[in-house]
């Protein structure tokens, strides 16, 4: 199959769903579609937990059991092994939010640092994850990122954050796990990046194993990433990038409004579209310093990046090369993807409903304001139903 055609392919996209998880998705994306319902659906469902009605069983069989593995991590391995079975590995991520005290991010630190051992066990699961906001408040993020000076309480906090960051680098290094850090917004992601910046000094001196995240709707993420290759290159060290369009571009803009400061992120979806490929372009120009996961729903900058991988004569399992998308979304990038011989990996939530709702209820938000991805989930679900005869 030419690999301008590989992505319609439905049979192999869905080859993992019955028949009712086919009616359950085609069900859930026609919902997700319709932005009012989804505004709704979401306050209620936030009513609903908040005042302890009984809708978790009602979670669960719908939204939760399609874009999340599980509410553990024993919970997720039938996922994790089946989708291993057809050449895709499993990122599990603890997609709890919102914590603000140091025993909740004590907490967080220590199920990182379990699931990373966990990792250690599975060659499905090359990857762990986690957010910065997960180890430390996003008030001491912000100020350290404005150069604000902390308090004596805040400066302890700060280092408490730092000692957090070196215990689970230091445990994914031991267990040859790479280490995914997601990014988040920009008023405090500078603190993030230096914090990364000096994990990955210290422990991708033979192999990268930390790995920052590029979020590309921001302007200046191209510039960042050649100055941090200079540094690298200076300082002896590999650099790991995950690379993903952005997920905070309403509240980016609306802050920047609000503050009266110029936006961070690119005029357009069609600049973000070419910051992203140029980002992507310079990876792949440098893989002998950095190391890249593509994670993209993005179907052109994935054909894009396969073109560059052949032009270049790479091997489309090339270790230093990762293509990742959401569990329960674009399948058939996934999918037809690893049947080619591609690295591919689904993040894959996890944790208890309650708490992993922030998390979905912002998943489907973000659906409703990308233009063509549901539409085109559905147009493929629809097609595969047809060819199902259901």
């Known amino acids: 199959m030419s690999t301008n055609l590989i992505f319609n392919n439905t049979e192999t996209a869905f080859r993992l769903k019955t028949d009712s998880e086919l009616e359950r998705a085609y069900f859930l994306f026609k919902m997700i579609a319709n932005e009012p319902l989804v505004r709704i659906g979401a306050a209620a469902t936030r009513f609903a937990l908040n005042i302890h009605l009984p809708v978790e069983g009602l979670i669960r069989s719908t939204v939760f059991d399609h874009f999340c593995g599980g509410i553990n991590e024993e919970d997720c391995l039938p996922t994790v092994d089946s989708l291993y079975e057809v050449g895709i590995s499993s990122v599990l991520d603890y997609s709890v939010e919102g914590k603000e005290t140091d025993q909740q991010f004590d907490a967080t630190l220590e199920k990182v640092i379990e699931l990373t051992k966990f990792a250690q066990h599975k060659d ?43 215990e689970v680098c230091q445990v994914a290094h031991d267990c040859s796990i790479s280490l995914l850090i997601d990014g988040e917004e920009s008023w405090m992601q500078d603190a993030a990046d230096q914090l990364c910046e000096e994990m990955m000094e210290k422990y991708n001196r033979e192999a990268p194993i930390v790995f920052n995240t590029l979020q590309c709707y921001r302007w200046d993420r191209l510039d960042y990433v050649k100055e941090a290759h ?6 002896g060290y590999k650099l790991g990038f995950k690379v993903v369009r952005g997920a905070y571009m309403e509240k980016e803009n609306e802050r920047a409004q609000d503050k009266g400061y110029p936006t961070p992120i690119c005029e357009s979806k069609q600049a973000t579209d070419a910051l992203f490929n140029e980002v992507m372009q310079y990876v792949l ?24 991988i052949d032009a270049k004569g790479l091997m489309k399992n090339d270790s230093r090369i990762w293509f990742g998308q959401l569990y329960g979304m674009s399948d058939h990038i996934s999918f037809n993807l690893a049947e080619e011989g591609f690295n591919v990996a689904k993040y894959i939530p996890f944790g208890p409903v309650k708490d992993v709702m922030p998390y979905l209820i912002r998943r489907a938000e973000e659906n409703t304001s990308v233009a063509g991805q549901t539409s085109r989930e559905l147009s493929l679900l629809k097609r595969e139903k047809e060819r199902r005869g259901i």
């Open 124 to 166: 499905a699961m090359p990857f762990s994850v986690f957010k910065p906001t997960g180890l430390g408040r996003f008030k001491i993020w912000e100020k350290v990122s404005a150069n604000e000076n902390l308090s004596a309480s805040e400066e302890k906090e700060w280092q408490r954050i730092r000692q957090r960051y070196d």
């Open 230 to 235: 200079k540094r690298a290159k200076a300082g």
């Open 285 to 308: 120009d440098n893989l002998q310093d950095i190391s890249l996961f593509l994670g993209t729903h993005n179907e052109n900058s994935t054909y894009l990046a396969m073109e560059i």
